[in-house]
């Protein structure tokens, strides 16, 4: 999330002028996919105090009443969980229940698919809960229905909320920058790569049978997009290279562009200078930290940081000392996102209890940029289908997806940048 503390300062400028200088200036803002509802309060928050009533006045109907009962029900849960012991509160996220957004099963969502879902929840949810949520009936400590049908069926109005604050937040605002985000999108690499005989294929395309041709089609002008050109662009190139049989040199063309895509999102560009992991041992990466000088939050750090980076016989070893300004360190704000800032320090919310399931399950991922290692999903708009699409390149990575460890291409990647 080492851009996220920048989204936020940017959503607190008001008016045509920070949107011009953001598309004159995009500085890369890529938000996690999957923020936890408190980190969606937080963002719509922010939203609220920079435009005030303009921020629901801009959006759709059906966006503002996602957003709005969702809003509802946390308070509902809140009044709920006042009565209830703590090992007896509603909950509606577990480790168990983390899931990524695969490569190849997409989310896909836009205004389109927020009104869809809504109109289905209101005539598919208990006419009890929706007169709540989306109603104007008054929350109390009570809920209709089992505790096991009320948690799936706020689950479904906390999705929506999510997807609804997303885009009226993060999307929306800056639209046309996630039109040109479109160009990261590496499926056509992907998929293409995944061919054994592609080559062939393409030499002999037009005695593919159709639907193969379409797909195709579809992947190769992916790999277009990847080197900037526009949609037209790489159709209109596409067509002239199928024209003169020359199809297998229009995925040449473009490959070298296709992988370098693909690389940015798992290679260390600007690693570290103050890692140690040499021959002499080489089942140990040591690499300082500024002492917190607290017990509490050294033990949180060491605990959860070196429980993550291992591999085999291999591990990190944290050290602690004074530091200089090139140090890496961690630092507490109220009221934020966790987010790494200048490539050192890790920032994370005072007001979150470090215990908490995914507080521990952050630090590790935060740190993971101090390695220097880049965030792998993607998010971008697509005008052929009016909608916003993202994923998580591999849902078992831990830059990848909350759903993700530490793993084999992980070490592989710190060998390659820092064993020396």
């Known amino acids: 999330m080492r851009f996220l503390q920048a989204l936020l300062m940017s959503m607190l400028l008001i008016g045509p002028t920070a949107v011009f200088a953001f598309e004159e200036n995009p500085t890369p803002h890529f938000l996690p996919l999957d923020l936890t509802t408190e980190e969606y309060h937080q963002l719509w928050q922010h939203h609220l105090a920079s435009l005030g009533t303009k921020a629901l006045d801009d959006l759709e ?7 709005n009962g969702g809003e509802k029900l946390s308070l509902w849960l809140k009044k709920i969980n006042q009565t209830r012991s703590p090992e007896r509160q509603i909950r509606l996220t577990s480790p168990g229940t983390r899931s990524g957004i695969p490569i190849d099963s997409p989310s896909i969502y836009g205004p389109k698919q927020i009104s869809e879902s809504l109109a289905k929840m209101k005539s598919t949810l208990p006419a009890e809960l929706t007169q709540v949520v989306y109603g104007t009936t008054d929350i109390t400590a009570t809920f209709p229905g089992t505790e096991e049908e009320f948690i799936k069926h706020a689950r479904q109005v906390d999705r929506l909320y999510q997807t609804a604050t997303r885009w009226a937040t993060s999307i929306k605002p800056w639209l046309s920058w996630y039109r040109s985000a479109q160009a ?4 056509g690499y992907y998929y293409l790569n995944k061919i054994a005989d592609v080559d062939s294929k393409l030499q002999n395309f037009a005695q593919l049978p159709l639907e193969e041709q379409n797909a195709l089609k579809r992947n190769l002008v992916g790999i277009c997009r990847n080197a900037r050109h526009t949609q037209s662009e790489c159709e209109q190139s596409f067509v002239g290279s199928r024209s003169n049989n020359q199809v297998l040199g229009f995925k040449n063309r473009y490959w070298a562009n296709a992988i370098n895509a693909w690389n940015t999102f798992f290679k ?15 089942q140990r990466l040591s690499i300082e930290f500024r002492d917190p000088s607290n017990n509490r939050i050294r033990d949180f750090l060491k605990d959860n940081i070196e429980d993550e980076f291992k591999f085999g016989d291999w591990r990190l070893e944290m050290s602690f000392t004074n530091g200089g300004s090139g140090t890496a360190y961690l630092e507490f704000q109220p009221n934020v996102t966790p987010h790494v800032t200048g490539g050192n320090v890790i920032v994370m919310d005072a007001n979150a209890p470090i215990e908490e399931y995914e507080v521990a399950w952050t630090i590790r991922h935060e740190y993971g940029h101090i390695l220097r290692l880049p965030d792998c999903y993607v998010e971008f708009y697509d005008d052929t289908i009016e909608s916003v699409v993202n994923y998580q390149l591999d849902t078992t990575d831990l830059m990848c997806s909350r759903a993700g460890n530490m793993n084999e291409r992980i070490y592989l990647e710190l060998k390659h940048a820092y064993f020396r």
């Open 184 to 187: 990261r999108d590496v499926r």
């Open 268 to 282: 260390i560009s600007n690693p570290r200078q103050d890692v140690d992991w040499t021959a002499v041992n080489a």
């Open 61 to 67: 109907p059906a966006t503002r009443e996602g957003i």
